[in-house]
């Protein structure tokens, strides 16, 4: 089969990318390396799609260069669920053109198992839909260079000007002259105000508040009301009602006593 992409990468970059297994395993769409360094960076685990089946296969491949303009790459994988094994051959040809550079892929396999019952028409689909997205891959990994190296290259082309030489410092930590530690706002203004032990004597409000708290207990302190506008509002007095009562009781019995009496006086004027 073959088939034939563009890229806009000029083929230097290209060449720089082929010639370097490990960019051209991130190249590969779908590849999980294997953690085993020794077998190479082309080796792992690739699914490809084909139609509506999927299969996985563990494998390897190696890429050699024919020509600046020719690369071959050969590899072989078997089925991580079943026995079937599948090889491939595929050719790539680099041809300068305008803007860029033109891809030309020429793949050949031969596999049993699941894939060979795959139909032609699907596995040519799958394949040319790998192999485009390898190809922008392959784009994008040329655009991305190593910056520690630039920036080493940089460094050692560039001269050394006069007024930058490095003055060497010999001062061990010993010597160092520490400064006083500024976490203590009582030691900032020295040693002056210590008193007869040694300790910082505290400012005049901290002691203040000192002496107010001597004689207190822990849980009277911790427990004390609060004051100021988060004072707890106190609860009306209940005992209003219990004055009037006992009052109105009284003057009731008063003012019937006095009906009974003025009724019974009357009664004797008639």
């Not at 020719?70 to 590899?75: A, D, L, N, R, S």
């Not at 803007?99 to 050949?108: H, I, M, V």
């Not at 219990?242 to 006095?258: E, K, M, N, T, V």
Request: aromatic share 4%; proline share 9%.
């Amino acid at each position: 089969m073959e088939h034939q992409v563009f890229v806009p990468v000029p083929a230097d970059d290209l060449r720089a990318v082929l010639r370097d297994p490990a960019r051209v395993a991130r190249c590969v769409p779908g590849l999980q390396q294997d953690a085993d360094t020794g077998v190479g960076p082309l080796s792992g685990r690739l699914r490809v799609r084909a139609g509506g089946s999927t299969v996985t296969y563990r494998g390897s491949a190696a890429v050699t260069e024919q020509d600046p303009d020719h690369f071959t790459f050969e590899g072989e994988g078997t089925e991580v669920r079943g026995t079937g094994t599948v090889k491939f051959s595929l050719g790539l040809r680099l041809s300068a053109a305008a803007d860029g550079t033109r891809l030309d892929f020429t793949a050949r396999a031969t596999a049993d198992g699941r894939a060979a019952s795959f139909a032609p028409d699907a596995a040519a689909t799958a394949l040319r839909r790998l192999l485009d997205r390898a190809a922008r891959q392959l784009a994008a990994g040329s655009a991305i260079s190593d910056p520690v190296a630039e920036a080493e290259a940089a460094e050692a082309d560039s001269p050394a000007e006069p007024g930058d030489d490095v003055t060497e410092v010999s001062a061990t930590v010993f010597e160092t002259e520490v400064p006083p530690p500024s976490l203590d706002p009582f030691l900032a203004g020295g040693f002056e105000d210590l008193d007869a032990n040694g300790a910082p004597r505290p400012p005049a409000e901290a002691a203040h508040a000192r002496r107010t708290m001597i004689g207190r207990s822990a849980e009277e302190v911790d427990h004390a009301p609060p004051r100021g506008r988060y004072a707890p509002v106190p609860a009306p007095a209940a005992t209003a009602t219990g004055d009037s009562l006992r009052w109105i009781a009284p003057a009731a019995a008063i003012a019937l006593a006095s009906a009974v009496v003025i009724g019974r006086a009357l009664r004797r004027r008639r």
